[in-house]
């Protein structure tokens, strides 16, 4: 049975892009990978909040530090403004400028005039544009009038007690904020490198030590494939797959014991069937010694016995006179009893111990048999084949060979006839080079074979098949039954070869 | 059909080991590593370096003629540094916002500049149209196309005060002699002039006595509570308002001795200023103290009213300064020039 592994789920699965976009990774690429993805999107998701709020908090920075300078410049213009004097104006300006790296700063009176500028070029004139004007309308308190990413401006209101003098006016550049956020960027940036690295290299320490033990499980596993259960696999990682390596070597040990055992019994059986088989090999050959014996018996001496007395009533009948009608009818009688009662002995004898077998080969002695066969029942249509290359035709095979395909044709062509209710029985001997195959085809009934030859049914089964079979192995050959109800049989036995010349060198 | 075979045969697994040859083979993972890595960073290196900042189009701009039309003409009204400069100026701007509120067709703004050297420098130059001023500064910028207007008062609080600490051993006013004085300015009429010549009507020899001056009453002052100097001269009035400023310090000094009054300050008018205005001005401040608001002015720089006043009221302050012209010499730099009319 095939079990589905997760590949083949994979691959009858719901989602077939999936299956094209899937790349192989192995389990090291895997964890690297993931640790990486896990990393890069982590410390991404870190750097960017970093940076958004390190922007925000920066850009908030320099505008507090805009408006705090502004104010202080608007403090220390009051001085001056008080004095009505712009060269001290613009000696404040100059030096706050030292302090503060702002793009411009100026100082205007409450219309609009510019008293002191970080630019001389713009000393005395008047500020044009609205956005600027409208500071003078804000309420008196420093406050951030323009904000974008490239520039803070901020105002800050010169006033003694409740009066408001004029405006300082501070424009800070976000350069220097943007240049720390570049520089947070790109520390944010080593530090993601350095965080993937590192885990990387986690991931694949981690990896190898995983996978060193699951590749000495792997290895034996692939030990245990070929069944070498000496070797225990080491263990080198307490964890939970070292303790799979550990109860994988206990089931090891419990395989080879188990293994062990079962080649013991298996060896003490195998020790029992060949003395089975030595003993069933004995008790053919002692019983085909009684056969031949039997059937000697009855060929020489009550063959005899029958052939005198066939003589001796031919005699009889021939002494009788002729009006002796009677007496003569019955000699006749009698002689014809003879003959049959001859016919039978020879026939028993030649079951008992064929002798065709023994002088003229198997194929005469097959041949023989089947004759007798569609002799006596003339309504089985018998044939026999017999596929012998020339070379091979005179090279007799061993007694005991041929003895044993002999048998095995009769009890299969008998059992067909008895039993399969046969219209044609058909045997074939098929000799080649090394090996020589008997089989016996007939259209009957058939049977189930496998109910036949269970071990409940080993009464039906017989001694017929058995005796095949136990004939089969005992010369190494092998007996394969072939049938269904309403199929017919086949009973193929396949032999290998041993030649008469090769039986009596050995 | 069945079909039964009696041959036991070695049944086979699948071939080879575990990991046979339909496994994926171990490829090389650096390529693999790096071609998911490097998108990865180039992204992150994008994350990381945002784009350099643009020059702000949002930049104020500038032209030549006022934006808000240019409107009534302004003058300028001048305050000598008494003390800190924004409580001078704070303390006098209700004064000028009450001459802005009764003139018409212009306006006051008041000006402190940030010393007496540069009241002086810039008196000389015209710069002001409009100055409150001592009697020494008056006279001093008659010379420079003043006029006086008007006086703050009959001179009763233009009087110098000698300020000593409490713990002071200087008991008699000779003691004085050789020990460092603090003054606010060398050409401050009460503060300054009037103490020193007052010590030199004593017999006090003032070349023996180092001189600091410190810019302002309160330093003056500061000086002798650390120490510093043994006395300070200074003037009535910002001696009380220092006193009302900080009890505290003030509470560890005490005034040594008190000069005889002198003329009070004057509000002087430079020529340049249109008449029609200079009279409004003039007009504004003699009759501050009818109404309440003008009290309210009055009050905050301590005067009770001004007076209408001339040239020659001044005229003994210039004797006086000639008088004592050798004493205020002991100045490093003397506040006034010779030939003061």
């Known amino acids: 049975m095939n079990i589905p592994v997760a590949d083949d789920l994979f691959r009858k699965s719901r989602w077939p892009r999936l299956e094209a976009k899937r790349v192989d990774l192995n389990f090291r690429e895997k964890l690297i990978f993931s640790v990486i993805c896990v990393h890069f999107v982590l410390m991404t998701l870190f750097v960017a909040d970093m940076q958004q709020r390190q922007r925000t908090f920066l850009l908030e920075a320099a505008a507090e530090g805009a408006l705090k300078q502004a104010s202080l410049t608007a403090d220390a213009a009051a001085f001056w403004m008080i004095a009505d004097d712009t060269a001290g104006m613009n000696a404040l300006l100059q030096s706050s400028r030292h302090n503060t790296p702002a793009r411009y700063a100026f100082i205007m009176d409450l219309r609009g005039q510019v008293l002191a500028h970080t630019n001389k070029e713009h000393l005395g004139n008047f500020i044009s544009d609205t956005e600027t004007l409208r500071v003078l309308q804000q309420p008196k308190q420093p406050h951030v009038w323009s904000f974008d990413d490239n520039l803070i401006q901020v105002a800050a209101p010169v006033t003694v007690e409740d009066a408001t003098l004029g405006w300082v006016m501070l424009g800070m550049g976000t350069a220097p904020a943007l240049e720390q956020l570049r520089k947070i960027g790109l520390d944010g940036l080593l530090y993601t490198l350095a965080a993937i690295i590192l885990g990387a290299v986690a991931a694949w320490l981690l990896a190898n030590i995983v996978l060193r033990q699951l590749g000495l499980i792997l290895q034996g596993v692939d030990r245990l494939h070929n069944n070498e259960l000496t070797r225990a696999i080491p263990v080198v990682a307490h964890d939970e797959i070292g303790r799979v390596a550990q109860a994988l070597n206990r089931a090891m040990s419990s395989l080879r014991q188990s293994g062990e055992r079962l080649r013991r019994e298996m060896l003490e059986r195998a020790r029992a069937q060949q003395r089975i088989r030595f003993l069933s090999r004995k008790l053919m050959d002692g019983s085909e010694d009684e056969r031949k014996r039997i059937g000697h018996d009855l060929h020489d001496e009550l063959g005899q016995s029958v052939t005198a007395f066939q003589f001796g009533l031919h005699s009889l009948r021939d002494l009788l006179p002729e009006n002796a009608a009677d007496a003569r009818e019955l000699c006749e009688k009698l002689i014809g009893y003879a003959e049959e009662m001859g016919d039978n002995v020879r026939r028993i004898a030649a079951n008992f111990w064929p002798a065709a077998l023994e002088h003229m080969g198997l194929m005469v002695a097959g041949r023989a048999f089947v004759r007798e066969c569609a002799e006596r029942h003339p309504h089985i249509s018998f044939s026999f084949k017999e596929e012998v290359p020339e070379e091979q035709r005179l090279r007799r095979m061993a007694p005991r060979l041929e003895l044993a395909c002999y048998r095995i044709l009769q009890e299969a062509v008998t059992n067909a006839v008895r039993h399969a209710r046969a219209g044609s029985i058909t045997a074939t001997i098929s000799r080649r080079e090394d090996d020589i195959v008997l089989r016996v085809q007939d259209d009957g009934q058939g049977f189930d074979a496998a109910a036949i030859l269970s071990q409940d049914n080993e009464e039906l089964a017989g001694i017929g098949l058995i005796g095949m079979h136990e004939r089969a192995a005992a010369l190494g050959g092998h007996l394969d039954v072939a049938s269904a109800p309403g199929a017919g049989c086949s009973i193929e036995a396949r032999f290998p070869v041993v030649l008469r010349s090769q039986a009596i060198s050995g | 059909m069945h079909r039964i075979t009696f041959v036991v045969k070695q049944v086979h697994g699948p071939a080879g080991p575990c990991l046979g040859p339909g496994e994926p083979q171990p490829r090389r993972s650096l390529g693999r590593l790096l071609r998911v890595l490097l998108p990865l960073l180039a992204l992150l290196a994008l994350i990381a370096c945002s784009p350099e900042g643009r020059e702000s189009e949002n ?85 420079y196309g003043y006029r006086v207007a008007a006086s703050t008062g009959d001179g009763d609080s233009s009087r110098g005060l000698i300020i000593l600490r409490n713990d002071s051993d200087i008991r008699a006013i000779r003691d004085l002699e050789g020990r460092p004085l603090s003054f606010p300015a060398a050409g401050s009429f009460t503060s300054t002039l009037l103490p020193k010549s007052f010590l030199h009507e004593w017999s006090v020899d003032l070349s023996a006595c180092p001189m600091r001056y410190v810019g302002s009453a309160a330093s003056a002052l500061m000086s002798v509570y650390f120490g510093k100097t043994e006395a300070a001269g200074i003037g009535l009035m910002q001696w009380q308002q ?74 003994p302050a210039a004797e006086f300064i000639r008088r004592n012209a050798a004493v205020f010499s002991h100045d490093p730099q003397p506040p006034l020039r010779e030939g003061i009319p």
């Open chain 2, 242 to 315: 220092f006193t009302s400023e900080h009890p505290d310090i003030s509470s560890s000094l005490k005034i040594g001795w008190v000069t005889e009054p002198f003329i009070a300050d004057a509000l002087i008018i430079h020529d340049g200023m249109p008449r029609g205005h200079a009279r409004q001005v003039t007009e504004a401040l003699l009759s501050l103290h009818e109404i309440a608001e003008g009290r309210d002015a009055l009050q905050r720089i301590g005067l009770p009213r001004f007076t209408a006043a001339s040239n020659d009221e001044y005229r």
């Open chain 2, 59 to 143: 930049l104020p701009s500038y032209r030549k003629t006022p934006a808000i039309p240019r409107g009534a003409p302004v003058y300028r009204m001048a305050l000598p540094p008494l003390a800190n400069v924004k409580r001078v100026y704070a303390s006098h701007l209700p004064l000028v916002e009450s001459i802005n509120a009764r003139v018409t067709g212009f306006s006051v703004r008041l000006v402190v500049p940030q010393n007496y050297t540069d009241l002086a420098r810039r008196l000389q130059a015209g710069e002001f149209s409009l100055a409150l001023v001592d009697p020494a500064q008056t006279t001093e910028s008659l010379r």
